[in-house]
């Protein structure tokens, strides 16, 4: 589905001119980062930002959320809409199930040379996940990642993915090796809980303790 990356997070002193040796990447920087920098500038970031990324199913939102170096609590930064979706509320349990999976996860690739322009695959299955799957291949290749197709990953459009894929190499390159990225079935509200319950009472006791993850966010505007 998707070419592996030549680069990995293990860690050259300069990532980021790493990354700028691919054209897409190149392209990305000229087009996308003047203009990032202007609005980190508004609202009062320092280029030494750490990422935390939360996606919502339901909603189709990913939201960028950036913390200077020195602050301890996050702070939204910007928000893009899924340009497509698949499968139903509910985690991914097998490989081509259309599923795009819910749970805590972190970025673990950077794809230059995606089929889908940028990618920036995430660490599933982890293992809640393959726990979950039993005898059952859970799959792999979970992707953020441009274009408006999809098979399980979040897809944001060639443009959107350009912005988020900068952000998260200059990220990297102020050494955040892990950043984190968790995606919830919908904004896991007690309102939204009881509603979609209703619908897929099956996923009751994972979504109980996905949503700890999503309180403490909301109350300490830092991942659990």
């Known amino acids: 589905m998707l070419r592996k990356p030549e680069n990995s997070l293990s860690g050259e002193d300069d990532f980021k001119n790493q990354q700028l040796n691919f054209e ?16 980190l500038f508004r609202k009062d970031f320092e280029d030494n930002f750490d990422l935390f990324i939360a ?8 939201e960028i959320w ?30 081509d199930d259309l599923q795009t999976p819910e749970g805590v996860y972190y970025i673990d690739r950077f794809n230059p040379l995606s089929r889908f322009y940028l990618s920036l695959g995430i660490n599933y299955p982890n293992a809640v996940d393959l726990l979950r799957s039993g005898h059952h291949d859970p799959g792999s290749d979970i992707y953020i990642h441009g274009n408006c197709l999809t098979v399980g990953c979040i897809p944001l459009t060639d443009d959107k993915i350009k912005e988020v894929y900068i952000l998260a190499i200059e990220a990297r390159n102020n050494r955040q090796t892990q950043i984190p990225v968790h995606i ?13 319950l209703v619908d897929f009472p099956q996923h009751k006791a994972f979504w109980k303790t996905l949503q700890l993850t999503y309180n403490y966010f909301e109350k300490f505007r830092n991942p659990a």
């Open 55 to 62: 996606a919502y199913k339901s909603e189709g939102k990913l």
């Open 184 to 196: 919830f079935p919908f904004r896991m509200t007690q309102e939204n809980m009881n509603r979609n």
């Open 24 to 39: 897409s990447v190149k392209t990305a920087y000229a087009e996308k980062w003047p203009g990032l920098r202007d609005e």
């Open 66 to 95: 950036l913390r200077d170096s020195s602050q301890p609590r996050y702070a939204l930064f910007k928000t893009y809409d899924f340009s497509a979706h698949s499968g139903v509320l509910g985690p991914k349990t097998k490989k």
